[in-house]
């Protein structure tokens, strides 16, 4: 009968030498994995190998069942559930492969095995969509797996370094638990804080609900995305000297090989086929780049807005107003799509307010709720404290806003139409109804996308209707459809490229959303300057700026932009603008991806809760709190949503006049007193304020 010694294969004791038939079930396997040239055996350790493994697997590969937004959001729990389990069961394969004694040959087997492993999990899906998400859950799995795993095995190698490891470790457990506890009590407490007031649980209003431990306020700044490289952009080497007067001609002086311009297209005026998101307008915005080599001071036409200078191997995007404020036509709302013929009941206020029309500055920031603005937009909420003056303009800020939907979609669309779904042909956005209405109307949007185009497309009647020369004076989108920034090819929105990328958004050496505040800073100047006009007669504006640095897992782009949003503010302080302009910042929703919306009761309450601001003038504000019903300082602890904010604009761009119908639905007008979610059109499976 034949024996056979494992030895050589990793056991470390001589196996007896037995029959095959008269040996245990487990020696006998081994046997035959010898017998068969498999090295392998069959050992307890082994065997654990082996089920974690099955487990690691299985429980990965099932958290990446993909779907549309809605499915991600209903099954978050369990995804998240999921790719933790896994995190867990490879943890353990790791801890076991350091802290017992097995051979050279079964860690190298294991360790190659895990590695062979990751890169099926790769190709098998490294989707960065809803349908195919395997990029999103292999960073969730490796932002958990790594920072886990090099703890513990600091802690195994201190264990044996210090004398007394266990009792040191306990105490130090026990201090920085008392410390996160004062820490977490700390962030509890400014989790309702406002720039004057903070959310209040009054009786009979709403509040959020679940346990409410903001625990991602104790990681430190930078902390979920510095291995993702530098959040500065790296200025170009070759500084660039581009301008363009007020004729149109522009000039250049650098020190490079070769001066070329590439002329961007004016985007207003396209079809609604040429705006499709998906690469589609980018493509078309490349396709209509006109290159010319710069010989000399170059002659732009009146409808180009930028244009991009390139100087050896460096680039600078230079912005302009144009046409000029002063030689635009007269504009005639077309007679079929009218939006004044819409109004009813039209009423005035009474002798002795001031019959002036307010300007709007909007300013969209996506994804940020109100704790985000404040966690990571630290300068700018100082800035907008300062907006504060009674007497001049005053500040409210509403702390139980409440989102329509996941996503951007819902709250967009109850903001700008007025209802999630348009219930006639052809809708058009609220910028429309300032135009109607007299309003110079500019939008400048920094992710190569328009927006009329993604979430209206479909209920209009043909792909040919130009929406955005129908609404619009100024679009700034071309820039930001370069392919330095937008990749022209595959994925435009992964974690690492486009606009919704994790890294800085930079182009050509400066963030992106600096570009859209220079346009709109270049806007504000011309509209403001008149070309000699009193201010009684100069044409009353409407300004957006939609910026997305808030839209990505990590939570810490959004810092990136509080230098420069705080300077627009400081700036319009000091600039006396308030006097006549209303200013709304604002956004659709919190974050709605990354760990903390996927793991925290803390995350789902953020993500239902969007930030608003909105500083009116004195005269205005003092109009509104006049009223029998003055609704602002009441509506600041009332349950509100995107709706109130679509009233609130529809009767800014009717003032003086307004519809009696759209006040009493706007923020001007109170919200009823203990108002439920189904009172206000949140769907009660998505409502997180409850009664």
Known sequence: ???????????????????????????????????????????????????????????????????????????????????????????????????????????????????????????????????????????????????????????HSLFFMIPNFVILFMFAIVGASCAATLALNHYISLFGEGTYDRLHNYPGECRWQGKNYPIFDLLPTGAQNFWAGSMYCRPETNKINASIDTNGLLTVNCSGDGIFVDILPDTRSWPLKKKSKWQVFNHRVLEETRREEYVGPLQLDDNIQAVVVRCGANSKIITRVSPRVSTRPVYIPPEDTDTRSANFSMQQPGPGVPKRRPNVLFVFVDATSHRQFYRRLKKSAAALKTLHRPGRSDLTELYRYHTLGVSTDNSTKAMYVGEITPTKPNPLPIWAHFRDRGYITARVETSCEDWTRTYLGKYYSSSEYSVGNRSLDYELSSPFCMPEFYPSTGNAFGNFKGPFSIKARCLYGRYVHEYGFDYIDQLRHE???????????????????????????????????????????????????????????????????????????????????????????????????????????????????????????????????FDMADYKRSLFSPVPAGRSCSDAGIGSNFCMCKV
Not at 143 to 154: D, E, G, V
Not at 630 to 645: D, F, I, K, M, W
């Open 527 to 657: 509209l403001r300057s008149g070309d000699g006009l009193q201010k009684q007669q100069r044409q009353p504006y409407l300004l957006m700026l939609n910026l997305m640095e808030g839209h990505e897992g990590t939570g810490e782009v959004l810092r990136t932009l509080d230098n420069r949003l705080s300077e627009f503010l400081t700036d319009l302080d000091k600039s006396g603008e308030l006097e006549d302009t209303a200013l709304f910042i604002l956004s659709d929703h919190g974050l709605h991806m990354g760990l903390n919306f996927a793991f925290l009761n803390s995350g789902q309450i953020e993500h239902k809760n969007p930030f608003f601001a909105m500083v009116l003038p004195h005269w205005l504000r003092n109009f509104v709190d006049n009223q029998v019903e003055a609704g602002l300082s009441v509506n600041e602890q009332r349950l509100t949503t995107p709706l109130e904010t679509h009233y609130t604009l529809k009767t800014l761009a009717s003032w003086p006049k």
């Open 1 to 155: 009968m034949p024996t056979v010694s494992l030895r050589a294969f990793g056991s470390r004791y001589e196996e007896d030498l037995l029959p095959y038939n008269a040996a245990p079930v487990k020696k006998r396997v081994n046997l035959a994995l010898v017998r068969l040239g498999i090295p392998l055996r069959l050992s307890a350790t082994n065997i654990l190998f082996i089920a974690l493994m099955c487990v690691w697997v299985s429980t990965y590969i099932s958290s990446l069942k993909g779907g549309d937004l809605l499915f991600i959001n209903e099954n978050l729990g369990v995804i998240g559930a999921k790719i933790l389990a896994s995190v867990l069961s490879l943890t353990c394969i790791i801890v076991t492969l350091y802290t017992r004694r097995l051979s050279r040959y079964t860690r190298s087997t294991v360790v190659t095995v895990v590695l062979i492993i990751f890169v099926l999990f790769y190709f098998y899906d490294h989707g960065e969509r809803f349908e195919e998400h395997g990029f999103y859950n292999l960073l969730v799995f490796l932002l958990i797996f790594i920072p886990l795993n090099i703890t513990i095995a600091i802690l």
